[in-house]
T-cell receptor, first 115, second 112 residues
């Protein structure tokens, strides 16, 4: 089954404690991205990757890091989480090379609370 | 800043009626347009995509695209309570550097 898998689904952590949210896709998609979703603000892109070892900042990258060492995985790293990073996070992937562009497939979401 | 604008709602529609959701976009280079449905706390799921001017129908859903007016809409016929959700409009350009831009969503409520 084609899917994007995020883990964990729920996470409560304390300020300053490093954490990683994993994302994996099995569709051989080149393009992967991370979004955060906050009430009234919609989906805001954090980082994206167009292929292995190619990453770039989205609209709200501050406080986040990513890596893309393998095509299927795109982890999101919070080196020193702060309460303003409390949010619902989504990983998404899509087939980059096809035009017109096809849709993005989303993971199940990770609800992060930083206290 | 390239933007996709939607009315946040809530849009309240009686069961069985037609729900009409609208979206405008600022980037004239946008080529692909998507409508996602998102239930509270869940991930967005694709309902419709449209690339060409005009209408595209799929079951109870019709997407409409007018590139001259930079306007995309989604019509839901015979609205059901299960259609109550937030609907996200998204646009993506043709160039290799483009990315998907999402609107903030319209909350739709179908009242029995």
């Amino acid at each position: 089954e084609a899917q994007v898998t995020q883990n964990p689904r729920y996470l409560i952590t304390v300020t300053g404690k490093k954490l990683t949210v994993t994302c994996s896709q099995n569709m051989n998609h080149e393009y992967m991205s991370w979004y955060r979703q906050d009430p009234g603000l919609g989906l805001r892109q954090i980082y994206y990757s167009m292929n292995v070892e190619v990453t770039d900042k989205g609209d709200v990258p501050e406080g986040y890091k990513v890596s893309r060492k393998e095509k299927r995985n795109f982890p999101l790293i919070l080196e020193s989480p702060s309460p303003n990073q409390t949010s619902l996070y989504f990983c998404a992937s899509s087939l980059y090379s096809q035009t017109p562009r096809t849709e993005a497939f989303f993971g199940q979401g990770t609800r992060l609370t930083v206290v | 800043q390239k933007e996709v604008e939607q009315n946040s709602g809530p849009l309240s529609v009686p069961e069985g009626a037609i729900a009409s959701l609208n979206c405008t976009y600022s980037d004239r280079g946008s080529q692909s347009f998507f409508w996602y449905r998102q239930y509270s706390g869940k991930s967005p799921e694709l309902i419709m995509f449209i690339y060409s001017n005009g209408d595209k129908e799929d079951g109870r859903f019709t997407a409409q695209l007018n590139k001259a007016s930079q306007y995309v809409s989604l019509l839901i016929r015979d609205s059901q309570p299960s259609d109550s959700a937030t609907y996200l409009c998204a646009a993506q350009g043709y160039s290799s550097a483009s990315k998907i831009i999402f609107g903030s969503g319209t909350r739709l409520s179908i009242r029995p």
